[in-house]
T-cell receptor, first 115, second 114 residues
Framework: KAGVTQTPRYLIKTRGQQVTLSCSPISGHRSVSWYQQTPGQGLQFLFEYFSETQRNKGNFPGRFSGRQFSNSRSEMNVSTLELGDSALYLC??????????????FGPGTRLLVL | AQSVTQLDSQVPVFEEAPVELRCNYSSSVSVYLFWYVQYPNQGLQLLLKYLSGSTLVKGINGFEAEFNKSQTSFHLRKPSVHISDTAEYFCAVISNFGNEKLTFGTGTRLTIIP
């Protein structure tokens, strides 16, 4: 069974631009969560989608948004990029909702560099 | 609210020596606990998890962890490390009441010295 895939793997953008990242979960998984990983802040939860609905949201500004499609694929968008948005963005999928005992399976991440 | 503390940001260990990576958590409710490993330029991979039952949990690659409720700890151990264990290790916690997010520690970088 194929794992979680994320595209693109690497991105370079300039301040003020916007970016869209894509995540395809493991087949049959309905929950997709997004995390931002930086050396200073570590792994921080962005949001979770389940059956096309946002179920949970972290403490990030409104510039960060996401959505999930009927096939469970998810995208996250960051508008008006700032230098501090440079990070590794990780997507994780699970069969059910991410609460409790469900194991989340992570993709390889998209490394975003904002210049 | 829940939180995770990984006291050691870096742990150097000689090859074939034992290692313990420490993790302490804080939560007002019961939790599930996880250890993930991240190899260079890769995503996170689940090593093991504690949901209930036996407090000693065995995972992949020879790792194990012990849940200690009184000390609110979930330390990761391996009796003999290998060069391939060089990676960053993350402890994570989630409330078992559902609709909660997975909270990660800041990570411990394990460096194996040949």
């Amino acid at each position: 069974k194929a794992g979680v895939t994320q595209t693109p793997r690497y991105l370079i953008k300039t301040r003020g631009q916007q970016v869209t990242l894509s995540c395809s979960p493991i087949s049959g998984h309905r929950s997709v969560s997004w995390y931002q990983q930086t050396p200073g802040q570590g792994l921080q939860f962005l949001f979770e989608y389940f059956s096309e609905t946002q179920r949970n949201k972290g403490n990030f500004p409104g510039r960060f948004s996401g959505r999930q499609f009927s096939n469970s694929r998810s995208e996250m968008n960051v508008s008006t990029l700032e230098l501090g948005d440079s990070a590794l963005y990780l997507c994780a999928s699970s069969f059910g909702t991410s609460g409790g005992e469900e194991t989340q399976y992570f993709g390889p991440g998209t490394r975003l560099l904002v210049l | 609210a829940q939180s995770v503390t990984q006291l050691d940001s870096q742990v150097p260990v000689f090859e074939e020596a034992p290692v313990e990576l420490r993790c302490n958590y804080s939560s007002s409710v019961s939790v599930y606990l996880f250890w993930y490993v991240q190899y260079p330029n890769q995503g996170l991979q689940l090593l093991l998890k504690y949901l209930s039952g036996s407090t000693l949990v065995k995972g992949i690659n020879g790792f194990e962890a012990e849940f200690n409720k009184s000390q609110t700890s979930f330390h990761l151990r391996k009796p003999s490390v290998h060069i391939s264990d060089t990676a960053e290790y993350f402890c994570a916690v989630i409330s078992n009441f559902g609709n909660e997010k997975l909270t990660f520690g800041t990570g411990t970088r394990l460096t194996i010295i040949p």
